[in-house]
Structure formats: C-alpha cells, structure tokens
C-alpha cells in the first residue's frame, strides 16, 4: 500500500497515485481527493522507498509506522507535533523505534512522520507492512519446524 502513495516536495499532504502519463504521474489528494498532475521535473518519492536511521540498519518506514500503530491502538497519535517540544518528539520515537540514530533523525522528520501517520489513519490507508512478508514468515516457521524434525 505505501508504495502508491507519495510525498511530492512543495505540496502538503500526501497523494495518492492514480495514473501515469508520459512526463507526469495523476495523483489524488488524500485530505481533498482532488486530482492533479505531478511533473517529473518535481521531487516525488513513495512512503515505500523511506526508512528511518537506525544504529545498525535502516529500518522501513511501514515497519516504524505499524509499530506506531501498535502503540497507539490503531488510533491517530495524541501528541501534538506543534506544541510538543524536541525532546517530547525524540522520545516518543524512542517508545515506537527504541535504536534510532539520534544525530541523523531531526525533530522535523519526526513531526513529518507522525503528521504523516495521523493522515493514512484518518483516511483508512492503514496496511502498513506488506501482506507477503506477513504470510512468508509461517511458512519459514513451517520450514525451521520440518527441518528439526
């Protein structure tokens, strides 16, 4: 599911890919639902491409965001980014992502990543993590399981 929707630098929010053209990508808005074109000549990146610094590796963004998930319930995170301070944010990433590089993630990719979360909860886009993943790893289990045996 992230793999469709995108961060188009300049415009606020996030979109969702509808088509595609030959210089251009259609998207739709997911606050307005408004369709409009996004040019090849702007910065355009899927939420399925991001990951987050971590200490060892880079974690993707569907697992941070499913983990905020859990956290919060299934619900819109409480916190208000505008008025929370530095150490507020970097802290409720360490409850969600306990090893995050704390030089190389800033406090506005923090209040990007909750701003984001709260937006894919309100309008229903909440499949985070890729269904594959989650149903190949009953099938390693089965494979460790027979091999054991």
């Given at each position: 599911m992230?793999?469709?929707i995108l961060s188009i630098s300049g415009k606020?929010?996030?979109?969702?890919?509808?088509s595609q053209a030959k210089n251009m990508l259609i998207v739709e808005s997911l606050q307005t639902g408004k369709r409009q074109p996004a040019y090849a000549h702007e910065k355009i990146i899927s939420?399925?491409?991001?990951?987050?610094?971590?200490?060892?590796?880079?974690?993707?963004?569907?697992?941070?965001?499913e983990s905020i998930k859990k956290k919060e319930?299934?619900?819109k995170v409480s916190l208000d980014i505008k008025k929370a301070d530095s150490e507020t944010l970097r802290a409720?990433?360490?409850?969600?992502l306990p090893n995050f590089d704390r030089e190389r993630v800033y406090v506005t990719d923090i209040k990007k990543l909750i701003s984001w979360y709260n937006l894919l909860v309100e309008t229903g886009n909440t499949d985070?993590?890729?269904?594959?993943?989650a149903e190949a790893e009953p099938e390693k289990e089965a494979a460790e399981g027979a091999e054991s045996k």
């Open positions: 992230l793999k469709t606020p929010g996030l979109y969702k890919l509808v939420l399925g491409d991001i990951a987050i610094f971590t200490d060892e590796d880079d974690v993707p963004l569907g697992e941070v965001l319930n299934g619900g409720y990433l360490a409850d969600v985070f993590v890729e269904e594959k993943k």
